[in-house]
């Protein structure tokens, strides 16, 4: 394919936003293509990848309101719904249409705006990416998926409750760092885990995850300008190239799987990016994983390929997906503490990474990064993209 | 107290013989520790000034409630309303939280309000819980008449406790009618609700003497969740 480029990276502040949907997305959108400066170069496209407008702010067809909104008519425009996995699907049609000539430039962007219903109705918008039939219709959400997944999965490979306390307790501790995130409170293992009051301060939500293992509902915004080989020369210098990009689906109910702990479509995702970027797990520096819940951090950083199976949380004891250990994790905060609005955490996902390859994520910043790797995760897994962007010129 | 007139005692309710609430630390998901001690009529200044900014916060009903618990407090420091108390949590001596509420005879209390500064810690929840703990184990009373004006709170008290509908019972505060919870359900939540650590260490409890605030931009900041980085 034809080398698509990163030339511009913006988002909003996540949490909860009195902003309307369109202008939300805008703000990240201006940002981005401010950070782009295309000059006089046109934006062929735009992509919108979103979850929910259609059921809970009563909005369709958000491409072609934000190319309007924005003033790029007559870019071609579409929106994207993928689940969670929304973000990076739309990053990918943009990267389609750059990497087949059909664009030059294209403007993609993540936007959810969540916080205008209760907790009751936003569990059960997600819930409607379950299998209808034998998963929604028994009132399954995704935090029960995630609680059976992790039970499952704690039980298979000795992952203790402390574990994921660690990766809450660091994603917090990251998220300090980030003016962007959703949650801007640090947390400890004896606050949530380990004094008497934490079975008050941490709730169960799905046994055996707790409140501070599940990401919260937020709204927000991330915005990408992506372009050509032949505009990242024109606007010159601090580029960043898509390296890869694999997806792949598994099945619809997580109980038909196999092997239901084996996060497959994240395995084969990965392994389609790596091959594309002609790199190796072990060649990344930083990585942005989907931790809606705790449990998904671990089981993904496996599955992508950075440990073995059932090893993951031997390294996060080793402190290795710390900002400053081997592999840093979701120096973000991750969904977890930066927060999850689902149609812009991909693109999000993808912001944080370009600006750590370009050493502007300040406080937060992973020395020397060169090469990143970002899980989207879609349904409860069954629909997952994998990007690897790199650094110009490493 | 210092003496009154005839005519200012014509004015005030007759007083219940109400039990201290003895203070205790709670161990906050933060790390923190914050101390739930009641509050003097002598500091009521200080927490209206807490409260104002707040009567313009629409967010959450947060104006609903901060006006309501402002009257509450003046009614407390004025004497006009029959046997009410403030508890207050405080992080290193920082106000986090308020709660009041009355006793309407020996055998029934009712809670009035439950208003949050630090969010996302379940200060709110802490603090709800040392209510109904002074009303069932420290004034013995039998049930606790509640409502909520905020789907938080109603998620807080009526999902979680879970509480039992009154609904032939109007509350003090109006509206709709009354939840109650009742001396059992209230034992039965305990294990899950309601913690603490008594005696707090003498450290914590120099450090909760006087009550400090947070600064006004700080305090609407934490409940509206309005941060730098713009949307």
């Known amino acids: 394919m034809k080398a698509v480029y990163i030339a511009g990276a913006g988002m909003t502040k996540f949490g909860r936003s009195e902003w309307p949907l369109i202008p939300l997305a805008g703000a990240a959108s201006l940002a981005a293509l401010r950070d782009a400066n295309l000059g006089k170069i046109p934006v062929d496209g735009v992509v919108v990848a979103n979850m929910g407008a259609a059921r809970i702010n009563h909005q369709t067809a958000l491409g072609s309101a934000l190319a309007d909104y924005l003033a790029l008519c007559p870019a071609t425009a579409e929106a994207v719904e993928n689940g969670p996995a929304s973000g990076a699907s739309a990053f990918k049609i943009g990267c389609q249409a750059i990497a087949s000539g059909m664009a030059d430039a294209v403007l993609v962007t993540g936007v959810e705006r969540m916080r205008v219903v209760d907790g009751l109705e936003g569990t059960d918008f997600v819930a409607t990416l379950s299998q209808p039939d034998v998963e929604y219709i028994y009132g399954v959400t995704l935090p029960s998926l995630a609680g059976m997944f992790a039970r499952l999965f704690m039980d298979r490979h000795g992952v203790e409750r402390k574990h994921l306390a660690m990766i809450a307790i660091k994603n917090h501790e990251n998220a300090m760092e980030n003016p962007y995130a959703h949650i801007h ?19 169960p939500i799905a046994e055996p995850l707790h409140l501070f293992d599940c990401c919260p509902v937020s709204d927000g915004a991330a915005s990408l300008v992506l372009v050509s080989e032949a505009v990242a020369a024109k606007l ?16 619809h109910a997580v109980h038909e799987r196999e092997d239901p702990t084996d996060l497959k479509a994240v395995r084969i995702a990965s392994e389609k990016a790596f091959a594309l970027a002609d790199l190796k797990p072990k060649d990344v520096d930083v990585v942005e994983l989907h931790d809606a819940f705790t449990i998904l951090e671990l089981a993904e950083s496996e599955a992508a390929g950075f440990y073995k199976p059932g090893t993951a949380h031997k390294a996060v004891e080793r402190g290795e997906t710390r900002r400053t250990g081997k592999l840093p994790v979701n120096p973000c905060g991750g969904l977890k ?58 | ?31 923190e520790a914050m101390v739930v001690r009641s509050a003097t009529r002598d500091e009521v200044p200080i927490l209206l000034q807490a409260i104002h900014p707040l009567l ?39 106000l986090a939280g308020l709660v009041n509420g009355r006793l309407v005879d020996a055998k029934t209390g009712m809670s009035y309000h439950t208003l949050t500064i630090r969010r996302g810690l379940r200060v709110g929840s802490h603090l709800f819980a040392a209510k109904m703990e002074y009303h069932i184990e420290h004034c013995r009373q039998e049930e606790v008449l509640i409502v909520a004006e905020s789907p938080i709170g109603f998620r807080r008290w009526m999902i979680e406790y879970p509480l039992e509908k009154r609904l032939e019972v109007q509350h003090e505060l109006g509206g709709v009618p009354s939840w109650v919870l009742p001396r059992d359900t209230y034992y039965k939540a305990k294990p899950r609700l309601v913690a603490g650590r008594r005696p707090v260490p003498d450290e914590l409890l120099r450090a909760a003497e006087s009550i400090a605030l947070p600064t006004e931009e700080a305090v609407v900041q934490q409940v509206s969740g309005g941060k730098e980085g713009g949307a």
């Not at chain 1, 937060?364 to 790199?390: D, E, H, I, P, S």
């Open chain 1, 236 to 251: 010159g210098g601090r580029s960043v190239r898509v390296a890869g990009i694999g997806q792949a689906t598994d099945s």
């Open chain 1, 185 to 203: 409170q640090t947390i400890t293992m004896e606050g949530i885990l380990t004094a008497p009051e934490a079975v008050v301060n941490n709730p």
């Open chain 1, 337 to 394: 503490a930066k927060g999850h609005p689902v149609g812009a955490t991909g693109v999000a996902q993808l912001v944080e990474l370009t600006w750590q390859l370009r050493g502007e994520a300040k406080g937060r910043q992973v020395k020397g990064a060169k090469v990143a790797y970002a899980c989207n995760f879609g349904g409860f897994g069954n629909n997952v993209v994998a990007t690897v962007l790199r650094r110009e010129g490493a």
């Open chain 2, 1 to 31: 107290m210092a003496a009154i007139s005839e005519l200012e005692a014509a004015l005030r309710p007759p007083a219940m013989e109400m039990p201290p609430y003895p203070p205790k630390a709670i161990r906050l998901a933060s790390g």
């Open chain 2, 56 to 94: 313009w916060v629409e967010r959450d009903f947060y104006d609903i409630v901060a006006a309501r618990l402002f009257a509450e407090l003046l009614a407390y420091k004025r004497y006009r309303v029959r046997d009410e108390y403030v508890l207050v949590g405080l992080i290193d001596g920082v």
